[in-house]
């Protein structure tokens, strides 16, 4: 039989659940639309955004900093999520059309990725502690990735 502890518990594992859900959601929404201040405010202080290609960036105000891809729609899929009081991990999916920056102009680009995330709540809402973005490939679009897996930067 199920206490009212228990209903509360499974309760607050699915909102903490939900929550962290909506912060990976607006993570890909503010870096698609290169709002610059919100996606680091997405980030606890002495966040960590490492990015494989993109670098390793420490700190909420060097987040701040980056650049972002001149296009991109990033779709976060398949998230494993594992929450324990008020720390969380969780791994995603990203499917990325985007474009490269090119002397030529904006390659469009095929990007696909996983994420690796640990999560913080600070003062009842859920911050990114540490993202790491394992490239799985970064193709021009045109050639797919069978032909270029990764592309060159």
Partial sequence: MMTQDDLAARMQNIEDFNAITRLKHLYCYYADRHDSDNWANLFTEDGVFDGGVFGRHEGRETIRALTHLPFAVHY????????????????????????????????????MAAYEDEYVREDGEWKIKYTKLIPLTYTPYDLGWEKQRMIER
């Fill in 76 to 111: 976060a899929t398949n998230q494993i999520i594992d929450v324990n009081g008020d720390c969380a991990t969780g791994k995603w999916l990203l499917l990325e059309p985007c474009s490269f920056p090119d002397e030529n102009g904006d390659k469009p680009t095929w990007g």
